[in-house]
């Protein structure tokens, strides 16, 4: 897509403390998502599919993994010569060190590369959705209306803690007003992706008195000006991954029969850079149905209804089910797990019980971890024979010694000692 | 790596007529192995893992889906400045270029490529075995000991020997005979098909035998020439290694992988094996799969029953479906109801609905090559259709490409080799 030059900026940078022990060594825009990807290529390979190959990601929160998995995004083939993938963390100057203070404040600090792109649009949008945009007729129909702004709508999610502000508007899709306080209206709402022509963004970007967030200092003034604010209806699989439960649904939609987020169409993959495993091994004879298993795995025991990352170890005897695990985790002889997310490296000892069953909500945590679900931090260790109940949090890199009692039940939290507090 | 030694070529050319239908289409090295790899795969990432980042690979025969694989060597890190991975073609040229006679006579015709390095020792390898090997320590031995040639040796038992050069070695370790595929070999101790050369020593030799009529074959002529000097170096290596020559040796060299303890273990985080990774989702495994003693790669979709088998990207087995100690390589499509059994299906293979392949009697061997198919296996080319609900035999050969109108007889019996009718369609002049 050479004309009209589009600038694409996916903000990446935000911590997302919904994400308890998910989200502290990573924003959600880097959580392994979907047995080999991060939440990220989504963004990244809905753009390529969509022929926009210039973009900026923007991070602040915990980079590094995001760094490290984009690199110079050969993956989604964006390493060119004109265009391609520049990662923007926000930078010392020598008048003022600051952090990104919002969403808008992000676009600011880098009105320096809006500006160098030149280009006629800009497409802002956040790194955190699992979602496949073909963001072709959205630009077509952004430019058609000659809208200074295109928001990408979607039907409004239920569920406790999803309530977001209704996009109202026109008949014809201009968009009214975005109330933020009303009822819910049934009305969609944004989806988090904004379409901007480059020109209005610019000057308001320029304005001295411009808000950090982009929503309230950028979009609402656009509307209160009466600029031409159009809604685009999406109602294509369109997820957020803002907190645990969402993370947790939109991951076992996956392994439905007939999956809404269909992985294997050839003619929209989703890149990833590839690791080098060797493909996965099932020796016992635990038939790991229902599941997405990924390479470098070796299941001996039972699985079901789970998603395995990398390089995922399952012992004889030992038992998966309704659970994501991620990479070189190690499920140990006798083990079971039962509705949990289970981080990177973690070791589930001899015997142990993790998830399942059902009991009061977190202790910390109630309005994020009340569903039932298990979450282990990355690194943890859960001492053989241990039993963790439903609703419970276990630290990044907590030891075994870190366990109050072999025997936890729901709500619990395990801290780590002297480590890292989730 | 030794700074003595910086180049390797490895010799991948040769026809394997051995593999049957598997390398019709494609050399040996190119063959698809172990759910993601092709062969050529281990003795590259040995040579990368060793420290060898210039590297010369000769191909002749097919070398279409050999380029397609290796392309830059990216997977590899051989898409370098310095070095990296070059495929040496026979070309045209002023002088005696011409098609490689021989292994050896591939060497000598690109030996300016060893003459532009100025290296002093040239290590040589082939592309179609299966093994772990830090080239470093025998070039190392090679070094010490002054040898003008240096052979890796495995040991296998006696009575399988003769199917390789065997080596006669002194006390000293100095190899004193090498007889190549000996009928009645007098021992177990073979080459491995990897070998360190002083340059000028061997350019001596290529050139000799370059003049000469003969087979012009490593294994035949020079090695032999240069064992009479005197200072060839026999190297043991022990371990795991296994020579992909036959259809059996590459059946079973596949389901060893599959063993509790597998004896040669595909993942090694020390010693990885690297391969172009294709672009698929994990392995989705649907509600009522069914999966034991089996690798599942990236892109299956597994929906019936999978028993000692390997599956390789993208291969759909539907719902009811059985596959059974059969090896089913890329995109293939088992039908519902379908049933492998002891069947080895090449990439894009369309198994109709309820249809067998693989039933029936294990002793009649196949009737166009009786000694490559007569354990019971069944292969089936590349892009075939086998239509709905007809059994195939075991033992049986079914021709790459063929359709469903290709089978008016319905059920093909055991030890049949159904063959193309007319001449070769279009689609299959592409690359494996």
New interface residues.
Partial sequence: MVNPPILVLVLAGARSDRLHALGRLRTASALPY???YRVIDFALSNCVHSGLYRIGVLTQYAPLSLHGHIGIGRAWDLDRRDGGVRLLPAYARQRGTNWYRGTADALVQNRNVIEDAQARHILVLSGDLVAKINFGPILDRHEQRGAALTIVTVPAPSGPGEWRRPVLSEPGGRVTSIPDRAADTGAPVSSSVLLFRARELRARLERADVGPDLMRDVVEPMLAEGQPVYAHPFDGYWRQIASVDAYYEASMELLA?YPALN??DPDW???TP????????????G??????????C?L?GTVR?S??FPGVHVAPGAVVEDSIVMHDTRVLEGARVARAIVDKEVRIGEGASVGGGEGPPNRDYPEDLASGLAVIGKGAEVPAGGRVGANTLVDIGARETDFPALELGAGSVVRARGGRRS | MTAAVTYAMILAGGLGSRLCLLSEKRAKPAVPF???YRIIDFTLSNAVNSGIFDIGILTQYRPLSLRDHIAMGR?WDLDRKRGGVELLQPFQGWRENDWYRGTADAVWQNWLQVEERGAEHLLVLSGDHVYRMDYRPLVEAHLARGAEATVATFEVPREQASAFGVVRVDGAGWITGFLEKPKDPPSGRISMGVYVFHCGVLREALEKDARRTSAHDFGKDILPALVERGRVLAYPVPGYWQDIGTLDSYYQANLD??S?EPAF???DPRW????P?T?????????????????????T?VHGTVERSILFPGVVVEEGAVVRDSIVMGDSWIGPRAVLDRAILDKRVHVGRGAVVGRGDLATPNRVCPEHLSSGITIVGKHARIPEGIAIGRNARIAPDLTEEDFPGGDVPSGEALERPGGIPAHAATSA
Avoid: Y
């Fill in positions: 979907g047995g080999k029969p992985l294997h993959l989703i890149f590839s690791e080098d495993r060797a493909p996965a091994i099932v020796t016992g004879g038939d790991p149905a229902g599941s997405l298993m990924a390479h470098g070796r001996e209804r998603i395995l | 172990g759910g993601k997977p992988l599959l509790p273990p595909l993942e990885p094996i690297f391969t990774s672009e698929n989702p994990p392995a989705r495994l649907g509600p009522r799969a069914q999966v034991r003693a089996s690798i599942v790669t990236h892109g979709i």
